[in-house]
């Protein structure tokens, strides 16, 4: 400790030189946890949230997106669109100019050379880079002259940033990475653990998995900025330890992504060392309705589209599901600020999000009740409803985290209220996250009639995310169980607006067409949304200049960080 | 035998009947105030745990929102847990989960353990074999080992014996056969040294068979490390069943366990710490009880010790 | 003794070859993947393509035979080439880590002084005080010394490190300030400051890990001596005229070690395994943590090189542990 601190002394000293109000590294150290430690700081090489956002303080995009989800220009300088002619009309080019002087933390100039170096790099065959998707559809990257890169589409493009565009595309140094194309990647382990970048801080000691320490780059682009001179950026532990360390004991200064408890955070806040911060974006947390046949009778067959599900593919169940469920209790319960009940799985950003929906806001157990009066279950001895020898009993699958096990609990209960029967099962998010085709307790395979997780997209647009539900994305043994279209949801006709949303420009319509296939998906009650999920993270009272964002790195504006006086 | 008549007073040693000698070993277990005083205490838990449930009848799983985090009332003499469900049915519901895992999983890995180790240390030609396989299991990693365990017998147990019996029997074998090296290692390192005293040289010399020289000459003599490890073993096997259930291996989520009420408690060990000092307290004092109990047993077995 | 420990370590190549071969198996067959904690906005083709770029298109046995080659050759010349500075290895591929895409080798040996200062510091204070606890509770049996032993023992055992540890944290480094909560990894002693400041942070972790240990030893410890005090020879060497001490300390003592050399040689491997919980609780990021966060995130190299080097240890401890039963009791024989 002690001899850090001398080395901060020594740093603040050196910086003392510009101007007296603000000046790079005069505020010594900030103290970063993540419970979960990067592992890696090259983002392509591995997409886990805790690499991207650890690598978002050294290597930078074109633009990143701010609190609100609007795109500021960051190594840009300015958003090129079709008005101001850097989109193409037909909108298979996009071209951008990079600013004015920006250098590498080495001395060495940022050049469009390097934004084609990283396209290169991250669409090698061989690379396995996990960013590989944000280059889909572009067929060249070119640099028209040192400052100005151009990327063209195979096909007319309506939302064209996607390359280079948020903190998992960030641009990479050609000169650092040259020799590690494709298969070699691996082998650059020098770069992988510190490459060179633009952003305010340099990689000074990177131990994976554990801690990362950083100084601030001295050839930041910025005038007096950042104005910590180091961080030290820890891992391990889980969210409890890490909340406590900022709002308890004040040994840290900012902790990422605490969903616990909202009484326990809220208590540690109450100390007043440290607050907490929420930012929403796209994460929804949701039940998905298996509209096929899980029975295990089935072999092979099983939850696949040649068995429909013998009760689930009747709307009316789903919809009294979903209004037996108290969507305010839950968020009042686990998630605390951290949540609000939605009624849509594409919740945001504002132009996409439907109201069309919003009545399951309230819970209506007696309404639920006589849907399924109406509909013929009628409850047997054991409370629980039949209809022609099928029972309505449920198995419940979600993975193994506490406030998920306590929503499972509450929602059982619920259902058992309007006489559905319902048995739970929790899987280590390993297994239940991994794709392994062997294992039965995959998401993907979803050997059970409703499952819960939380599923969100990257950036603003939502064209991908629900392309998720088009038929061709249904996991089968035919795809290894690989597709996103967990609960096989089927429809031609939602798959003809995927369609349409591929080729239109106009925002507005762009909108529209999201809202409808939104509403579409929810009156087919196959998915049950229940909670928007925003991200709680802490810092410490002292700490200023923190601007909670969820729709990029959560720390994405460090550099205008600095310590209360 | 014939009906004992008044005329051969049973005070006289010489007319009494042979006496079982367990009688001798529970008689000396009685005169054990530990064992004594461990046998109450744990026959109680089973008691409460058992029949609690007639008597105190709010389903564990029941969810009252309004009365969350309570305190100790008269309506939830051990308060609430953060949904409301009635934290003395949810010890009680728990602990008869914990008290027959823990048991089972025990003597399972103790009797896994004990023969391993008395066939190694006894048979030299076994002695390779068997050790070599004991660091095998020593060697593999627990976690994938469970996780492979789940994927290939879950559903089968479950189709044969249903979902709670066969997650039951799941939990019991896991837990069992991953933890049966310590016992074996220490059981063969005893007779490997019994097996050279005066006492076994003699038996040997009169012909006595290999199967009768294990139970009846070695066999007692290292009950007391086996009875370590018992004690060792059944607080092993409650922590272990709330590892478990985390993996998904274990009971439904909505199931409780002692093990998992007090984990699912350590979060909330600043708002609410009685919530953690219950499950702690029943953990602990059934492995203190069953420690107490197994060194009056070990006493009693002990015909050195008897009668003294 | 010595042509048997040379037959053993003989055997123990093809036992070892054998466990890692068990071992490659059972994580192969283990459902996850790679990918699992991937963001689920990463869309399956690519989770493919990295599948595919980690080697997991290749057979089973190709894989196996790979990791045995890198592991076996390519490490060692590795070795030896930084010890010499020749070249033998350029161009041979080290296991390498899926997660951070860097030698196991090196991130095995960076979290090598943390836990050896941690875990294996407790063990050595357990064993120390475990010692002195289980003889002297035996020796005076049922006296208000050894009914609090076997109170603070059991409480130690049953009680899991997961509750001891946050309990530690609340009472000692929130309400008390005494110790940091979180260990800081990249801390030089280099000072008499440093060196107090490192005392401070291991505290907390060594407590409770010593706790744990040193009652699972001095319950075998004591048990093991109720048993021989009880003997003949006890009374034999008494009726001799030796003194107590000469009794309980030598003759005693010496005939008990079995049980309790077992368990040690059981449990000094389990220091390279690392204290999981523990390193988890206080933020220690030994090897515990590496192992655990290796399994969660399928690294199959990793946890393939930990578990094969935590097994030689086993093999080698548990050889140890033979070799000493011959020399704490003469009579017993392997040949």
């Known amino acids: 400790m002690r001899f850090r601190t001398a080395l901060l002394g020594a740093v603040a000293l050196t910086a003392l030189t510009g101007a007296a109000s603000a000046e790079r590294g005069s505020d010594g150290q900030v103290n970063i946890i993540y419970w979960q430690a990067p592992s890696i700081l090259n983002p392509f090489l591995s997409g886990g949230t805790k690499e991207v956002e650890s690598a978002s303080l050294v290597i930078e995009p074109l633009v990143r997106f701010d609190e609100t989800g609007e795109m500021v220009p960051w190594l840009a300088e300015s958003i090129p669109t079709v008005e101001n002619g850097g989109v193409a009309e037909d909108l298979t080019k996009i071209t951008w100019t990079l600013k004015e002087g920006v250098l590498w933390s080495d001395g060495t100039p940022l050049t469009a050379e390097d934004a084609v170096f990283t396209w290169e790099y991250c669409t090698h065959p061989e690379g396995g880079c996990a960013q590989s998707s944000y280059f889909d559809g572009v067929s060249s990257v070119v640099a028209v002259d040192d400052r100005t890169i151009e990327v063209n589409f195979a096909a007319p493009k309506p939302f064209p940033y996607t390359a280079f565009v948020g903190s998992e595309s960030p641009i990479i140094q050609k000169a650092q990475f040259a020799d590690c194309l494709g298969a070699k990647a691996p082998e650059c382990t020098e770069a992988n653990f510190a490459p060179i970048g633009t952003g305010p801080f340099v990689v000074t000691d990177f131990r994976p998995n554990d801690v990362v320490q950083f100084a601030a780059n001295e050839n930041f682009r910025e005038a007096g900025k950042p104005a910590f001179a180091t961080v030290l950026f820890k891992g391990g532990g889980d969210a409890t330890a890490a909340a406590r360390s900022v709002m308890e004991t004040g040994e840290f200064d900012y902790a990422w992504n605490l969903q616990i408890d909202p009484n326990v955070l809220s208590s540690m806040e109450a100390k007043g060392l440290g607050k907490v911060v929420t930012a929403f974006a796209t994460s929804v947390e949701r039940i998905h309705v298996n509209q096929t046949d899980p029975n295990p009778s089935l072999g092979a067959e099983r939850a696949t589209l040649a068995h429909p599900h013998p009760f689930l593919t009747d709307p009316t169940i789903g919809q009294a599901l979903s209004m037996a469920i108290d969507r305010s209790l839950i968020a009042d319960v686990g998630y605390g600020a951290g949540g609000q009940p939605t009624c849509n799985v594409l919740p945001a950003p504002a132009a996409y999000a439907s109201t069309a929906n919003d009545g399951c806001l309230v819970q209506d157990i007696e309404g639920a009740k006589k849907l399924l009066d109406d509909a013929g279950w009628v409850p047997g001895p054991d409370g629980v409803r039949v209809k022609d020898g099928v029972r309505l009993s449920l198995t419940y699958q979600t993975s193994t985290n506490a406030v998920r096990q306590d929503t499972q609990a509450l929602v059982k209960q619920w259902w058992s209220e309007i006489g559905v029967e319902t048995e739970l099962r929790n899987i280590d998010a390993s297994v239940f996250f991994g794709g392994d085709p062997g294992s039965p307790d995959t998401f993907q395979k979803f050997y059970a009639d409703v499952e819960m997780y939380t599923n969100n997209f990257a950036g603003v647009d939502p064209e991908a995310y629900m392309a998720n539900w088009r038929c061709s994305e249904i996991p089968s043994p035919e795809t290894q169980w690989q597709g996103s279209n967990m609960q096989r949801f089927c429809s031609e006709e939602y798959d003809a607006l995927v369609d349409k949303m591929s080729q239109t420009a106009n925002l507005e319509e762009r909108g529209a067409l999201a809202k409808q296939m939104n509403d579409m998906l929810m009156q087919s009650y196959s998915i049950i949304p229940l909670i928007h999920r925003g991200n709680p993270s802490a810092h410490a009272v002292t700490l200023e200049g923190v601007r909670m964002n969820d729709w990029d790195s959560e720390i994405w504006n460090i550099k205008d960080w600095s310590r209360a006086k | ?308 | 003794m010595f042509t048997y420990t040379v037959r053993r370590l003989l055997l123990a190549i093809p036992t070892l070859l054998f466990i890692s071969l068990i071992i490659f198996l059972l994580l192969d067959l283990a459902p996850g993947d790679p990918t699992a904690q991937l963001p689920l906005t990463i869309p399956p083709e690519v989770r493919e393509k990295i599948r595919e770029s980690l080697g997991l298109g290749q057979p089973v046995y190709v894989r196996y035979l790979l990791w045995l080659k890198q592991f076996l050759v390519a490490e060692p010349l590795h070795v030896f080439d930084t010890m010499f500075g020749t070249g033998f290895a350029d161009g041979m591929q080290r296991v390498i880590s899926w997660q951070t895409r860097s030698p196991v080798a090196d991130i095995i040996a960076q979290r090598m002084p943390q836990t050896l200062w941690v875990v294996g510091l407790s063990y050595v204070i357990g064993t120390l005080i475990a010692l002195p606890i289980g003889i002297i509770s035996a020796y005076r049996q049922y006296s208000w010394f050894d009914q609090i032993g076997a109170l603070v023992s059991m409480i130690g055992y049953s009680v899991p490190t997961f509750f001891t540890g946050v309990l530690l944290i609340v009472v000692f480094a929130v309400n008390l300030g005494w110790f940091p909560s979180i260990y800081d990894t990249t801390h030089v002693v280099d000072s008499w400051d440093a060196f107090v400041f490192q005392v401070r942070q291991m505290a907390m972790p060594v407590f409770v890990l010593a706790l744990y240990n040193a009652a699972q030893i001095s319950r075998f410890m004591r048990a093991s001596m109720l048993d021989n005090l009880a003997q003949d020879y006890v009374r034999t060497a008494r009726a001799k005229g030796m003194s107590e001490k000469v009794v309980v300390l030598l003759h005693v003592l010496r005939n008990s070690m079995i049980p309790v050399v077992t368990v040690i040689a059981l449990g000094v491997p389990t220091i390279f395994g690392g204290a999981i919980i523990t390193e988890q609780v206080f933020k220690v990021n030994g090897l515990g943590q590496l192992l655990i966060t290796a399994i969660y995130a399928n690294d199959i190299p990793m946890v393939q090189t930990l578990t094969f080097i935590f097994a030689v240890l086993i093999v080698l401890f548990n050889l140890i542990a033979d070799v000493l039963y011959g020399m704490l009791d003469p009579r017993i024989r392997y040949d």
């Open chain 2, 1 to 308: 035998m014939t009906e004992p008549t008044a005329a051969a007073p049973l005070s006289d040693p010489a007319n009494r009947p042979p006496r079982n000698q367990w009688w001798d070993v529970l008689d000396q277990f009685r005169t054990h105030r530990g064992a004594l005083i461990g046998a109450i205490v744990f026959i109680v838990m089973v008691a409460t745990v058992l029949l609690g449930p007639w008597v105190w009848s709010i389903d564990p799983t029941y969810i009252d929102i309004r009365a969350r985090n309570q305190g100790p009332t008269f309506a939830h003499p051990l308060g609430t847990d953060q949904l409301g469900r009635d934290m003395l049915a949810r010890m009680m519901a728990g602990g008869k989960v914990s008290i027959a895992v823990g048991f089972t999983a025990m003597l399972l890995s103790l009797f896994l353990g004990t023969l391993i180790g008395l066939l190694a240390g006894y048979f030299k030609n076994l002695d390779g074999p068997l050790m070599r396989f004991t660091d095998l299991f020593l060697a593999l990693p627990l976690l994938p080992l469970l996780l492979v365990m789940v994927m290939l017998f879950r559903e089968a147990l479950s189709a044969r014996f249903g979902p709670e019996t066969g997650v039951f029997i799941l939990i019991v074998v896991a837990i069992g056969i991953t933890s049966w090296m310590q016992t074996a290692r220490i059981v063969r390192g005893d007779v490997l040294a019994l097996k050279e005293r005066e006492f076994v040289l003699a038996a040997r010399s009169i012909g006595t068979p290999s199967r009768r020289m294990i139970l009846r000459h070695i066999l007692p003599n290292v009950m007391s490390p086996v009875m370590v490890s018992a004690t060792l073993g059944i607080a092993n096997a409650i922590i272990t069943e709330s590892a478990l259930s985390f993996l998904g291996l274990g009971f439904p989520p909505d199931f409780p366990t002692w093990g998992r009420l007090l984990f699912d408690a350590v979060d909330y060990l600043q708002q609410y710490p009685s919530r953690v000092i219950w499950p702690g307290l029943a953990i602990s004092l059934t492995v203190l009880s069953v420690n107490y109990m197994g060194d009056g047993l070990r006493d009693a077995l002990d015909p050195r010790i008897r009668g003294r």
